[in-house]
């Protein structure tokens, strides 16, 4: 197989990942999407998190939440938990690094927020972290993992909504997962401003 042959097999293994995830994530998509207006409509924030490729990911939807994505509209509240270097930092050397987000959903999060919990493996012990202070501080999780969800799956709860992308190459699911912060921010458009 020649080089360009094999760039050609990922281009395809990656639309067929892509085609594959419609069918499982179009419904929870929808379902975060309009969880995600209700609480933007209450004057709630997003909390975003995630670690590594999964932090681009978080950081990437706050981005256009905060700014835009293809339309004019007003900003809308949200905040990457992963994107503040002191205080990652200063929680992980005072606690341990498994707190690092849940420090931060403790001290900004209220009754109706939502916590974005990305974790490709949904094993991430400060995501799962994350998620059970929101759950404390009675906040919706959208979890967007891959695999099989992990552990963050299976403590979810009636008012949280799982996004997992199928596969088990951890490159297909990150790429379905941008795909799924573009589908997210399309919809939350949509919502918010029609066709």
Known sequence: MSLAERVYQTFHESAQ????????????IAQAAERLVGCFMGEGKLLACGNGG??????HFVSELVNRFERERPGLAAVALNADSVTLTSIADDYDFSMVFARQVGALGHPGDVLL???????ARNVIEAARAAQEREMAVV???????????EMLTEQDILICAPGDSIARIQEVHQLVIHCLCDSIDYLLLGA
Do not use: F, M, R, Y
């Open 117 to 123: 919990a990305v974790s490709t493996s949904g094993n």
């Open 17 to 28: 990942a892509k085609l594959t995830a419609a069918d499982v994530l179009a419904e929870p």
């Open 54 to 59: 999964s932090a681009a990911e978080a950081q």
């Open 143 to 153: 979890a967007i993992t891959g695999h099989d969800g992990g552990e963050l799956a």
